[in-house]
C-alpha cells in the first residue's frame, strides 16, 4: 500500500518527543500532522524545541481528534489520561498507538477494550521492549525449546538514580493517577514475563512485598528546600537524586523543561524526600500461572546504572540476559556446558526498540492483522500490577479470575 499515513501526537512530553521527531522528517511511510497538548506554553515549546514549524497545534483534544484528514494518533499523555484519550479516537474512528501503562487500573483497560471491540480502528499497546534486539533474541532462544519444560522465570529491573527520583517528583507519586510504580514503570516487565511464559497461559495468583524505604522525610539532609531550585547550594551539590534532564522533556535538553515547577501534572523538581506521595521505591512479586510455572520480579530505584536482567528455569537448561552484557547465556543442565549469544545492541531509544514501533504500528494498520502487542496484553500488565499491590496492602496471596482478563 502506498499511502502516506498522517499522525498526531496528544501529551507532549519524553515519550511523544521520541516519536514527533521520526514522524517529522523523511518517514517514509507517514508524516507528522497535528500535535496536541493542554498546556498552551508547552505546546509552543515543544513544537519549537522539536522544529515541528509547519505542524498543526491544538491545546482542545476535541478538536485535535476532530481533523479528518488525520489517520492514526499517537497518545503519550499520562496515565490518568488515557482512557479518556483512547476512548475519544475510537469515536473519532482513528487508528491509535497508546503507550504503556494502558490505564491506571484494570477496570479502565476492560472499558477501552470493550470500545475497541465494536470499532473498525487498529489498536496498538506501546509495549517497546518486545522489540529490543536483546529481548527479541532472548525469546527467540526461549521459544527454540533449549530449556525443555519452562518451571520458573524471574525478571528484575534497577533504575539509574536520576530516572528512579523522577517517579518521585512528578506525578506518578501519587498511585491514583499512575496506577502505582509497578503499572506506570513495570508494565514493560509484567509482559515481558507473560511474553516469555506465553500470553494464552494467565497468572492465576499474586503475592507482593515493597514499601518505601529511601524517599522518606526523615532520610533526607535537614536544612534541604521543598524543590531542588530552593536547596542550599551545598546540599543541592551532594544530592543523587537533585532534579536533571534526560528523563523527561525535552530529551537532550540540559535541564528539564518545567512550565511552573510546583505544577502537579509535572512534578518539576520537588524535593524526593517530600511526603506528598504514596508510592513505593522496591518491590518484589511473585507469580503463579494457570499451568504451574512460577516467577518472581523484583524492582528498586538507586543504582548507578538502569539495567535489567531475567531467567527463565527449564528442565533442561537455564536462559538468562541481562542488558549489561549484551548477550544470552544457555546453560545446559546435564552437561553444564555454557552457550553464549552475543546480541549487536541496537541504536536509538529504548536500546533500538523505539525506531521500530512506528513501522509495526503502521503493519498492523495495513495489513488488518493484530499488533505485535495489543490491548489484551496491556490490560494483563495493568491487572497484574493492581493485585500485585492489592497483595502488597493486604498481606493476602490475590487469586485473578479468568473472566477479569476479558
Request: with cysteine; charged share 30%; aromatic share 8%.
Amino acid at each position: 500500500m502506498n499511502k502516506t499515513w498522517r499522525i498526531g501526537v496528544i501529551g507532549l512530553g519524553a515519550r511523544a518527543e521520541s516519536f514527533s521527531r521520526k514522524l517529522d522528517g523523511d518517514h517514509p511511510r507517514a508524516k507528522l500532522l497535528a500535535v496536541c497538548d493542554l498546556d498552551a506554553d508547552r505546546l509552543e515549546k515543544y513544537c519549537e524545541w522539536c522544529g515541528h514549524g509547519d505542524v498543526r497545534r491544538f491545546c482542545d483534544p476535541a478538536e485535535f481528534f476532530a481533523q479528518k484528514d488525520m489517520d492514526a494518533v499517537i497518545i503519550t499523555t499520562p496515565e490518568f489520561a488515557h482512557k479518556e484519550s483512547a476512548l475519544a479516537a475510537i469515536a473519532a474512528g482513528k487508528h491509535f498507538y497508546l503507550e504503556k501503562a494502558m490505564a491506571t487500573n484494570s477496570e479502565d483497560c476492560r472499558a477501552i477494550i470493550r470500545a475497541h471491540r465494536k470499532s473498525k480502528v487498529t489498536a496498538y499497546l506501546g509495549f517497546n521492549m518486545r522489540w529490543n534486539p536483546i529481548f527479541r533474541r532472548f525469546k527467540e532462544i526461549v521459544d527454540s525449546g533449549v530449556a525443555g519444560q519452562i518451571v520458573h522465570v524471574a525478571g528484575l529491573e534497577q533504575l539509574h538514580q536520576t530516572h528512579g527520583a523522577a517517579f518521585m517528583r512528578r506525578f506518578h507519586r501519587h498511585s491514583e493517577r499512575s496506577g502505582g510504580l509497578l503499572n506506570t514503570k513495570c508494565a514493560h516487565d509484567l509482559d515481558m514475563l507473560g511474553w516469555l511464559v506465553g500470553h494464552k497461559r494467565r497468572v492465576v495468583k499474586v503475592a507482593s512485598f515493597g514499601g518505601t524505604n529511601v524517599f522518606l522525610p526523615q532520610k533526607g539532609p535537614k536544612g534541604r528546600g521543598t524543590h531542588c531550585g530552593r536547596c542550599p547550594e551545598a546540599i543541592r551539590r551532594a544530592c543523587p537524586y537533585v532534579d536533571r534532564a534526560g528523563f523527561v522533556f525535552p530529551i537532550d535538553g540540559k535541564e528539564p523543561m518545567h512550565k511552573t515547577r510546583e505544577k502537579d501534572v509535572y512534578g518539576g523538581d520537588l524535593c524526593v524526600y517530600h511526603d506528598d506521595k504514596d508510592l513505593v521505591d522496591n518491590q518484589t512479586v511473585i507469580l503463579e500461572w494457570n499451568h504451574g510455572v512460577r516467577g518472581n520480579f523484583n524492582m528498586q530505584l538507586f543504582q548507578n546504572k538502569g539495567r535489567r536482567a531475567y531467567s527463565v528455569w527449564g528442565e533442561k537448561a537455564l536462559v538468562e540476559m541481562d542488558t549489561s552484557w549484551g548477550e544470552v547465556r544457555v546453560t545446559h543442565s546435564t552437561s553444564g556446558e555454557v552457550q553464549i549469544h552475543a546480541i549487536k545492541p541496537g541504536q536509538g531509544g529504548h536500546g533500538g526498540a523505539d525506531r521500530f514501533l512506528i513501522d509495526s504500528f503502521l503493519d498492523a494498520i495495513e495489513t488488518g492483522r493484530a499488533p505485535d502487542s495489543d490491548l489484551s496484553a496491556g490490560l494483563a500488565a495493568t491487572l497484574l500490577a493492581e493485585k500485585a499491590d492489592e497483595s502488597r496492602r493486604t498481606g493476602k496471596v490475590i487469586e485473578i479470575r479468568k473472566d477479569e482478563y476479558l
